[in-house]
């Protein structure tokens, strides 16, 4: 048996059950009904300590009246924008002298990159300064010094990185739902949690004959600190329609039990679980029909763990598995 196998089984030990039902060892926790469907609320709070709060960062979002979209799931590759890069080469030939530029080097307009002597007959030949046509990053160095280049070779690859194009394909059989200017949310790997939108700004004409989809390119705004790099991979949810407006929670605040849905919501220090009815949902809300009225506060970030002591057997408690066990 592993340590950490021994400290007690399953992250629940982070203190839940130290205060985790209301009521003596082994008597049913008393019931606390939240200010709107005591009927429909299951018996038994969890009231956990301020320590444990911490321990699982238990978060709670009230409900609230949201318009519920529909929308897209699209792979796409983050590009920059061919308008606002530049492949650098030198107008002579030459050898290469000096390079004032690294991969990741923030350059701007007219800002000398690598000076070459030119390799023509003359006393004294001239030595040509390459210069950065735009402001940006420098993403691509493919020269050093006491090389020869030409007019031929790119020695530079310099991009305007403070907003990129996101490269996706839609099937043709959603077409009808893609239009031009539609806003998109995307996710990157990287930043799991964090959210970046854009519009759709540039369709293809063309659909691709053995893949039977259409390019489209959607425009992001980076960070400031340029978290969104060129050839990284995303998610996009491409909002194509709107529902009226509901009562809604965040997904991740809906919990499952068979066929049940339900939410954990506040109830001063105690947090009661209350069955609810869901409607449509999208990528980040779920619309709630019955069960939570706007304004209630409803687990997000913890629910698992609370539907984990809620689930519990009755009587049951963690296992210390440190001890030994009798047969």
């Not at 107008?91 to 701007?108: C, E, F, L």
């Not at 990287?190 to 519009?199: E, H, L, Q, S």
């Not at 049940?260 to 709630?288: H, K, L, M, P, S």
């Amino acid at each position: 048996m592993t340590t950490g196998r021994k400290v007690v089984r399953a992250a629940l030990g982070l203190l839940l059950l130290g205060s985790a039902c209301k009521g003596g060892k082994g008597q049913p926790a008393p019931t606390t009904q939240a200010s709107h469907g005591a009927e429909d609320a299951e018996a038994g709070s969890i009231t956990i300590s301020p320590e444990a709060r911490a321990n699982i960062g238990l978060a709670v979002e009230p409900a609230e009246q949201r318009v519920i979209e529909r929308t897209l799931l699209l792979n796409a590759t983050l590009k920059v924008d061919p308008d606002h890069e530049a492949f650098v080469s030198s107008r002579v030939q030459g050898k290469v002298t000096i390079v004032s530029a690294n991969v990741g080097d923030v350059v701007t307009r007219g800002q000398p990159l690598v000076a070459i002597q030119s390799l023509q007959i003359a006393e004294t030949p001239p030595t040509v300064e390459v210069a950065s046509p735009l402001d940006g990053i420098v993403l691509e160095r493919n020269v050093t010094v006491g090389e020869t280049v030409d007019p031929t070779r790119a020695l530079f690859h310099v991009g305007d990185v403070s907003h990129l194009l996101a490269e996706a394909e839609v099937y043709e059989a959603d077409l009808a739902s893609v239009r031009l200017g539609e806003w998109a949310r995307l996710r990157v790997a990287p930043y799991p949690d964090r959210v970046f939108t854009g519009r759709v700004v540039r369709l293809a004409d063309a659909i691709d004959p053995v893949r039977r989809t259409l390019r489209l390119w959607i425009e992001v705004r980076n960070t400031p600190d340029r978290k969104l790099k060129p050839d990284l991979f995303a998610q996009v949810q491409l909002v194509v329609a709107t529902s009226g407006r509901a009562v809604a929670v965040p997904n991740e605040a809906v919990q499952t039990d068979g066929p049940d849905r339900f939410v954990f919501v506040q109830n001063g220090d105690a947090f009661v679980r209350q069955n609810v009815v869901v409607g449509e949902r999208d990528d980040r809300y779920t619309a709630v029909t019955s069960g939570v009225i706007a304004g209630d506060l409803v687990v997000t970030k913890g629910a698992v763990e609370l539907k984990a002591v809620a689930l519990r057997p009755a009587g049951g408690g963690v296992v210390d598995e440190s001890k030994p066990h009798t047969h």
